[in-house]
């Protein structure tokens, strides 16, 4: 199988055509990314130098010449689309480069593999496009969605987008809605490697509001194999959710991390809580357990243990990554809410 994968220096795209790789012998994956803030081209330079069945392309998926020709140049079985901005807090900030990428880079996306009779593409989605639950229930793939920051409305679009390119052409889209990941290579703007790298370096670990946001957490891994379930198994037209049956409140998680490092809770500094932060997310993926085989296969504590262990094991790629544009805005960003 040949694949074209969209935004794969980041951070779940690394991990999976990492994965893939690994399981499939006879898959070839070609990697577009635009490098952007957080595609970080080293996480898989070693494929780049050493292996022949990955290629990597830079460029903008709102490039429509560019997709075109790298579309027609070779006879790809599926696209995985995994390009996006991906950060709450950024979107609150500025959300226009959000509406670029997500929306319309998606829709040239789409248009560009219909063009080229693609017979296989997926999209990348996430549970925030459903918005917020309140204490008892899940996301279901029937939940209405109704997203509450410019990040999730974006990808709510992509989604709606995706669903018209299915209705009106016929064109053999499926889209994956996932809960909160974590694991290797996870730029350190999101909650775990951000709380890891402030501990290890004895600063406060900024917490929003009281702490009791809850997020369904899975680790990467698995969240990549449900992908590979839905690309090989899926229903056209159809959206699969993923989650880790893992409910866990944000300043659990971060407990349960200082724990894991021998740090202190007492580094734990709750800053004013962002605009529109959504309670509580829970996926139910019956759905994809019943028609693609779908389970987690790591509990929170083992993925946590395995994700320490990996930071501990790559200090030199987290060194590489607190600098420039990332550490600038971290920086202001929590200290206007200090």
């Known amino acids: 199988m040949k694949l074209l994968v969209t935004g794969g220096c980041g951070f779940i795209g690394t991990n999976f055509i990492r994965l893939m790789l690994a399981k499939h012998p006879d898959w070839h994956i070609t990697n577009l990314d635009k490098l952007t803030y957080a595609g970080n081209r080293l996480n898989l330079l070693d494929l780049e130098k050493e292996e022949p069945r990955y290629n990597f392309v830079q460029g903008d998926i709102c490039d429509r010449d560019l997709a075109m020709d790298l579309l027609a140049d070779q006879t790809f079985d599926a696209v995985i689309?995994?390009?996006a901005e991906s950060h709450v807090d950024r979107s609150i900030n500025d959300p226009?480069?959000?509406?670029?990428?997500?929306?319309?880079?998606?829709?040239?996306l789409l248009e560009c593999a219909r063009q080229r009779n693609i017979s296989r593409f997926v999209h990348i989605s996430t549970d925030e496009v459903y918005g917020s639950l309140g204490d008892e229930g899940k996301f279901m793939e029937t939940t209405p969605l109704a997203p509450n920051s410019p990040y999730s409305a974006s990808k709510a679009g992509a989604d709606l987008m995706a669903r018209a390119y299915f209705e009106t052409y016929g064109?053999?889209?499926?889209?994956?809605?996932c809960s909160n990941n974590y694991g290797p290579y996870q730029f350190p703007e999101k909650l775990i490697p951000l709380m890891y790298m402030n501990a290890m370096a004895d600063k406060p670990l900024p917490v929003y509001g009281d702490g009791l946001n809850v997020r369904d957490w899975?680790?990467?891994?698995?969240?990549?194999?449900?992908?590979e379930l839905t690309l090989l198994k899926g229903r056209e037209g159809q959206a699969y959710?993923?989650?880790?049956?893992?409910?866990?409140?944000n300043i659990n998680v971060v407990k349960t991390l200082l724990a894991a490092v021998n740090k202190p809770e007492s580094l734990i500094t709750y800053?004013?809580?962002?605009?529109?932060?959504?309670?509580?997310?829970a996926m139910d993926y019956s759905l994809a357990a019943n028609e693609l085989g779908f389970a987690p296969t790591l509990d929170f504590a083992e993925g946590i243990r395995k994700t320490i262990e990996w930071y501990e094991a790559n200090t030199t790629?987290?060194?590489?990554v607190q600098?420039?544009?990332?550490?600038?805005?971290?920086d202001t960003w929590y200290e206007e809410r200090s």
């Open 81 to 83: 689309n995994f390009a």
């Open 96 to 108: 226009s480069p959000f509406v670029t990428t997500n929306i319309q880079g998606a829709q040239n």
């Open 171 to 177: 064109f053999p889209v499926l889209i994956t809605r």
């Open 218 to 227: 899975i680790f990467v891994d698995d969240h990549c194999l449900g992908i």
């Open 241 to 249: 959710n993923f989650g880790g049956n893992a409910e866990e409140t």
């Open 271 to 281: 800053v004013t809580d962002r605009p529109g932060h959504d309670k509580r997310y």
């Open 317 to 320: 790629w987290l060194e590489q």
């Open 323 to 330: 600098s420039g544009e990332y550490r600038s805005f971290m």
